[in-house]
């Protein structure tokens, strides 16, 4: 499973931005079920942002970005709408998908198993 991201950039604080993320491959050698973005900011651990179900009816983010984000699902791409930048934002941002195993616990999604080369989103002051 390939996974190219796009929609990174600079923006002011308060601004938006809209990262995509498509998956391709075999159809028949993996089985997509979640989808979701992930960040690592400059010396810390990479984290988790939003991630969507199978169906993209469920989301789930994390406590950070919750009511300033959105994540959404059309087929094989996941979207993150970004809204209310804050400079704390700024990171690299990774999409990655999962099949049946990944699952949501206790803030963080677990069981990714591909993941995009990311892209830079860098919100300043």
């Known amino acids: 499973v390939q996974l190219q991201a796009s929609g990174g950039g600079l923006v002011q604080a308060g601004g938006s931005l809209r990262l995509s993320c498509a998956a391709s491959g075999p159809k028949h050698s993996f089985n997509i079920h979640a989808m979701g973005w992930f960040r690592q900011a400059p010396g810390k651990e990479r984290e988790f942002v939003a991630a969507?179900?199978?169906?993209?009816?469920v989301a789930y983010y994390s406590d950070s970005v919750k009511g300033r984000f959105t994540v959404s699902r059309d087929r094989n791409t996941v979207y993150l709408q970004m809204n209310s930048l804050k400079p704390e934002d700024t990171a690299v941002y990774y999409c990655a998908v999962g099949d049946e195993g990944s699952h949501y616990r206790n803030g963080h999604y677990y069981g990714m198993d591909y993941w995009g080369k990311g892209t830079q989103v860098t919100v300043s002051s």
């Open positions: 969507v179900n199978w169906n993209g009816e």
